[in-house]
């Protein structure tokens, strides 16, 4: 979620600049960013893991913590290895690599 740092940083830079020493326009991207840590953090795992990452992205989005905590039990378990193929990620009890359809023998 490059994309979602890059607009939180986006918007705390734009906040600090326009700041005249007033440090209540930095809590609402502080609290963007923070709101924003935990989804960042589902949609990479629920990728690496093969699992619908726009859905859990909106379900932690939507609920926050309750729906971290909901995906940290949910998500398949288990050990992350390195695909010999792509190189990302992918549950070490996968045959099939969820990112490049490799069969891993
Ligand atoms: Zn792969």
């Known amino acids: 979620m490059k994309v979602l740092r890059l607009l939180g940083l986006m918007v705390l830079a734009t906040a600090s600049i326009g700041a ?3 440090l209540g326009c930095l809590l609402w991207p ?8 935990p ?4 949609v990479m795992d629920a ?7 726009v859905a859990w992205g909106l ?3 939507i609920f926050w913590l309750p729906g971290l905590l ?3 039990v949910a998500r398949p ?3 992350l290895i390195k695909c010999w193929q ?5 549950p070490i009890r996968d045959m099939i690599c969820p990112h490049c359809g490799t069969q891993v023998a």
């Open 86 to 90: 792509c190189g990302r990620k992918k």
């Open 70 to 72: 909901v995906y940290l």
């Open 30 to 37: 502080a609290v963007l960013l923070v709101w924003l840590l």
């Open 20 to 22: 005249d020493g007033d």
């Open 77 to 79: 378990q288990g050990k």
């Open 47 to 53: 990728r690496r893991r093969g699992v619908s990452s």
């Open 39 to 42: 989804v960042d953090y589902v």
């Open 59 to 61: 379900a932690v989005c």
